[in-house]
């Protein structure tokens, strides 16, 4: 964890739960809806939760099919009721609404992430994980990504662990039963765009797609051959997304 090099900046029982919540996250290969199905969220978190993400989402003015899909995914891992399903939607859309974040919103966390920090630990790793759906983070869903993790009392710390392990391990994300996608909409999702952008848009995506998991990029990294595997893996998954597109547009 990027955490083992940086100088102590939490109170010693939540340093002791993060660290243990990353361990935990890297064991389900940086998933964080798997990581909320094996740690459970407690039932007030939720709202925070979905309206910090529709407040992330709605960063660069669209929200992305990535960005509905990973709240779904959440829900799912929370084993939501339908009228609970619902209200998790409606904070969503709350949050995709707000221009600024209520100062009440994380109260709770804020509170309470002295004694009991895993919490706002586990809120603050999800909200990380939905600011890089498509990639790494541009400045606009970082800084809210940030302003969230601020208002439920995390320092700015916390969120460049997170974003650091995320970004070492960014090739094995999603890198398991991959199969050449069949349609121009799996070939979409898979770079993180939508039927409606433009080919240049979607190269572009694609592109940094590519450049997370280049070897020429890992060969800079220690990384076990395992990862390296997993990488190639995922390298052709976006090549053969991208070949999907073009044929598409010719």
């Known amino acids: 964890m990027a955490g083992s090099n940086r ?46 993400l529709g407040y992330i989402a709605k960063s660069e003015g669209r929200v992305t099919e990535a960005d509905i899909g990973y709240a ?8 939501l009721s339908k009228r609970q399903r ?35 630990l586990k809120t603050a790793i999800c909200l990380c994980h939905a600011s890089q759906l498509n990639g790494r983070p541009g400045k606009p869903r970082r800084y809210r990504c ?44 898979i770079l993180g ?8 848009v979607i190269k572009r995506a694609y592109r940094k797609k590519v450049s997370e998991c280049h070897p020429d990029k890992l060969a800079q990294q220690q990384i076990s051959a395992r990862d390296q595997n997993l990488a190639k893996e995922r390298l052709l998954y976006y090549q053969q997304a991208w070949e999907l597109i073009k044929r598409h547009n010719t």
């Open 72 to 79: 779904e995914s959440l829900i799912k891992a929370m084993k």
């Open 86 to 120: 619902r209200r998790a939607i409606g904070w969503f859309q709350d949050g995709k609404s707000a221009g600024q974040l209520p100062f009440i919103r994380g109260l709770a966390m804020r509170l309470s992430r002295r004694l009991w920090p895993a919490p706002a």
């Open 7 to 52: 100088q102590p900046v939490l109170p010693a029982r939540m340093e002791a739960e993060f660290s243990s919540l990353m361990r935990e996250l890297s064991a389900c290969g940086h998933q964080a809806p798997a990581l909320i199905e094996r740690a459970r969220l407690p039932r007030w978190c939720r709202r925070p939760l979905f309206f910090f």
């Open 193 to 200: 765009v939508t039927r409606r952008d433009s080919l240049e």
């Open 146 to 189: 940030e302003d969230a993790i601020d208002q439920i009392g995390l320092p700015v710390s916390v969120t460049e662990d997170i974003f650091d392990s995320y970004a070492s391990k960014v090739w094995t994300r999603h890198s398991e039963n991959l199969s050449r996608p069949t349609s121009y909409q799996q070939a979409c999702e």
